[in-house]
Structures are given as structure tokens and as C-alpha cells.
């Protein structure tokens, strides 16, 4: 059974930084892409950023670009998310995700495994 768990959430003040860290098991994920939605209270789950089954493509919704960055580290099937410059607009719980498709996709109707969530909170 495929399990993700999403770590490194937290209270942080505006223009502070966080890491966040996705740990996949139960299946092999190699070739497959990730990423990373937020939803805000309220509001709907939106797109952050995704990367591809090897590293080499990456993309950003324009409210975190320039600020987060999305990586993975091999063989540890881990994607992680640093989140530089924060403001309480990032206020929410991030999910990461995986999709069994090797190119990234930006909506979370292409993604087949879903996180639990962390909850990131942005003071002013």
C-alpha cells in the first residue's frame, strides 16, 4: 500500500523559511513525478509545485516563484519543498503528491497518491 508522509510544518514568522519533506513507501516511485498543493482555510487546494521522474524539470505557481523550491533525493523516493521569504498568504496545509506518469502535472486531478498534509502557519 503507497503512503506518503509529509513532515517539517510549522509556525514560522513572515519572511522566515521552512523545509518540508514527503517520504514515499510501499511501491517503487522512480519514475514517477511529484508535487506539492496547499489549501488555505476556506479555500481550495491549489498547485505550489511539481517536478519530474528524474529531477531535470520543475515548475511553480506564481505566488511562491523565486521563493520555493522543489527538489527529490534518489533512492529515498523523498521529494522536499524549501520555502524561503514566507508570508501569511502561504498560511495552510501543504500536501505532497505522486503521479504515475513520468512528466510533472500542475492539477491535482493528475496525481494518484495523496499525503495526510502538514500544516505551515505564517505570523505577521
Known amino acids: 500500500q503507497v503512503h506518503l508522509v509529509e513532515s517539517g510544518g510549522g509556525l514560522v514568522q513572515a519572511g522566515g523559511s521552512l523545509r518540508l519533506s514527503c517520504a514515499v513507501s510501499g511501491g517503487t516511485f522512480g519514475s514517477s513525478a511529484m508535487g506539492w498543493f496547499r489549501q488555505a482555510p476556506g479555500k481550495e487546494r491549489e498547485f505550489v509545485a511539481t517536478i519530474n521522474w528524474n529531477g531535470s524539470r520543475t515548475s511553480y505557481a506564481d505566488s511562491v516563484k523565486g521563493r520555493f523550491t522543489i527538489s527529490r533525493e534518489f533512492p529515498k523516493n523523498t521529494v522536499y519543498l524549501q520555502m524561503n521569504n514566507l508570508n501569511p498568504e502561504d498560511t495552510g496545509v501543504y500536501y505532497c503528491?505522486?503521479?504515475?506518469?513520468?512528466?510533472?502535472?500542475?492539477?491535482?486531478?493528475?496525481?494518484?497518491?495523496w499525503g495526510q498534509g502538514t500544516q505551515v502557519t505564517v505570523s505577521s
Open positions: 503528491a505522486v503521479r504515475r506518469f513520468t512528466d510533472y502535472g500542475r492539477l491535482a486531478g493528475e496525481y494518484d497518491y
